[in-house]
C-alpha cells in the first residue's frame, strides 16, 4: 500500500471512529424528580429516559454531588411482601424508553450531603455502560407525591 493511501485510510478510521454516539447522547431525560423523605432517610429519585438511537443502551448507575451514594434499584411485590433489590444495570431498548417510577426501578440517593428541600433542583449525572454520561437535574417534591407535578 503507498504511503499515501495508508494516511487516507488511517484519516478514514479515525473519522469513523469519532462519528459513534455515545449511550449518553441518544438519550433524553424527561420527568425528572426526587422524593424527598423526612430526615435521614434516603429519597428516590424517578426519570423518564428515551432512547432516540438505533442501538439499545444500559444505564448503570449515577452520582451527585448533593448525595453521598446514588445506587439503582428496582422494587417489587410478591405474594404480599415488598423487596428492593440492587440492580447491575438498566437496558434502555433502540427507539424505545425505560421509566424510573414509584414502584419499579428508581435511583436510591443516600446521606444528603446537606438538607434537601422540596422545590430544590438536584443535579445527578446519569452513567451508561459504555462509560458516558448525562447531567440531569431533578426537582425535589414531598414525601406524599407521586409523580413529578407536571
Do not use: C
Not at 44 to 67: H, K
Not at 100 to 111: D, T, V
Amino acid at each position: 500500500m503507498k504511503p499515501h493511501s495508508m494516511t487516507l485510510l488511517l484519516a478514514g478510521l479515525l473519522l469513523a471512529g469519532g462519528v459513534h454516539a455515545t449511550a449518553a447522547g441518544q438519550i433524553h431525560a424527561s420527568h425528572a424528580w426526587i422524593r424527598v423523605l423526612p430526615g435521614n432517610l434516603p429519597a428516590s429519585a424517578y426519570v423518564t429516559l428515551e432512547n432516540r438511537g438505533g442501538q439499545a443502551v444500559a444505564l448503570s448507575g449515577a452520582s451527585s454531588t448533593a448525595y453521598a451514594e446514588v445506587m439503582l434499584h428496582h422494587s417489587s411485590t410478591a405474594g404480599g411482601m415488598s423487596r428492593m433489590t440492587m440492580v447491575d444495570a438498566l437496558e434502555i431498548p433502540a427507539h424505545g424508553k425505560a421509566v424510573l417510577a414509584p414502584a419499579g426501578y428508581h435511583l436510591m440517593l443516600m446521606r444528603a450531603r446537606r438538607p434537601v428541600k422540596p422545590g430544590d433542583t438536584i443535579a445527578v449525572l446519569l452513567q451508561f455502560t459504555d462509560g458516558s454520561t448525562l447531567a440531569t437535574d431533578f426537582i425535589a417534591r414531598p414525601a406524599n407525591a407521586l409523580d413529578d407535578g407536571s
